[in-house]
């Protein structure tokens, strides 16, 4: 069964500077999709990136890239020039094809707090 | 409306009691979803439902039921709620097979005592 792992459950950061949260993950399927989510205190998820497995390129979203090495497994985020509002709990998922429906498969999350 | 949305947005429940979670999308997406959300566990998934009309079981369906009976709405039934039913469940959609991106309702905030 594939796995998720966030091996930082809480994190901080300075205003302005840059943070690396970890995602690690284990698949046997060659083709599939990551993700990461965030949920700020009003409980909602939004996703923040995805980056496809057949892509070499990492995905980059303003402020927020990825550092996608397919074979270690690994799918880190990377938020440059933190900001207050980007406080919030940070999920790492994987999509896996089963019975026809593609599935997210999340990890526990990793809570980061940006410091004024 | 506009998206997915869940009701009631928060419950407190006696157990033993049945209790139906609603969740309603105007995006006609063919694929929802149900989570539920749990400190230090991540989101993982109750029930999922490809097309209207079809149903499946996710991760962590015991004592849960859902339906589809059309594309709009994907309720979530606990027959007789327990406290370890305590959770945040959140519902959520995907236009189809070819979009790989699930979007979340607002959660419902359940605690069964």
């Known amino acids: 069964a594939q796995t998720v792992t966030q091996s930082q459950p809480e994190m901080s950061v300075q205003e302005a500077e840059t943070v690396t949260l970890s995602c690690t993950y284990d698949?046997?399927?060659?083709?599939?999709?990551l993700f990461w989510y965030k949920q700020p205190p009003s409980r909602q998820m939004i996703l923040v990136i995805r980056?496809?497995?057949?892509?070499?390129q990492n995905a980059t979203e303003n402020r927020f890239s990825v550092n996608f090495q397919k074979a270690a497994k690994s799918f880190s985020l990377k938020i440059s020039d933190s900001q207050l509002g980007d406080t919030a709990m940070y999920f790492c998922?994987?999509?896996?094809?089963?019975?026809?429906?593609?599935?997210?498969?999340f990890g526990k999350g990793t809570k980061l707090t940006v410091n004024p | 409306i506009a998206g997915i949305t869940q009701a009631p947005t928060s419950q407190i429940l006696a157990a033993g009691r049945r209790m139906t979670l609603r969740c309603t999308q105007d995006m006609r997406h063919n694929a929802m979803y149900w989570y539920r959300q749990d400190l230090g566990l991540g989101l993982r998934l109750i029930h999922y439902s490809n097309t209207a009309g079809t149903t499946g079981k996710g991760e962590v369906p015991d004592g849960y039921s859902v339906s589809r009976a059309n594309t709009d709405d994907f309720p979530l039934t606990l027959a007789s709620a327990v406290p370890s039913q305590t959770s945040v469940y959140f519902c959520a959609s995907r236009p189809d097979r070819n979009s790989d991106t699930q979007y979340f309702g607002p959660g419902t905030r359940l605690t069964v005592l």
């Open positions: 980056q496809e497995a057949y892509k070499q």
């Open positions: 998922a994987f999509m896996k094809t089963q019975g026809g429906s593609e599935k997210l498969v």
């Open positions: 698949t046997s399927e060659n083709n599939y999709y």
